[in-house]
């Protein structure tokens, strides 16, 4: 289940119900739902974050063979290392993106959890469950995050583009 379906299935909870019992159970499902999202994002940023050390040893290799190349007048090989340095550079700041990501999405699940954990307190506790803003400003504040990364993709794409172009006509 993903989050935003999560969410609507608490507000519904919470909006619906005043039985504190079906509220305290419905927020410690989504606890636990949250929990085991921030296990998954933990595991995804881990194997992106190895991923992204391959890559990197492979663009620095590509790089290297490049150069030796180049020192011992191989116009072939090192036109071929720097079209796969190319490729790797990219995937490289592809990954650099998807880490990035996953880092705000696993910060993002982390701090539902501990909202979700103090509603469930204060509805243990009989005092209510949270206002319905702060579940509001959360969204908000990921939507911001997700446009923000977009963004960036876009940019470092084009500039990319650019770097490769400027290479290719000898303007670097």
Not at 116 to 124: D, E, G, P, S
């Amino acid at each position: 289940m993903g989050l935003d379906e999560l969410r609507a299935r608490l507000d519904r909870l919470l909006a619906g119900s005043p039985d504190r019992r079906a509220q305290a159970s419905g927020l410690h499902d989504a606890l636990v739902e949250l929990k085991v999202a921030a296990g998954q994002n933990r595991d995804a940023l881990a194997a992106a974050e190895r991923e992204l050390a391959a890559e990197r040893v492979r663009l620095e290799d590509a790089e290297r063979r490049g150069r030796l190349a180049g020192d011992i007048g191989d116009t072939e090989t090192g036109r071929i290392a720097d079209e796969f340095a190319a490729k790797h550079r990219e995937r490289v700041a592809l990954l650099e993106r998807k880490v990035a990501v996953i880092r705000d999405e696993l910060a993002y699940v982390e701090r539902e959890y501990e909202s979700l954990a103090a509603q469930l307190k204060a509805v243990r506790q009989g005092a209510g469950p949270a206002p319905s803003s702060v579940l509001d400003e959360s969204d908000r504040e990921l939507e911001a995050l997700r446009r923000k990364a977009e963004r960036e993709a876009k940019d470092q794409a084009v500039q990319q583009q650019l770097d490769f172009l400027k290479k290719k006509l000898g303007k670097q």
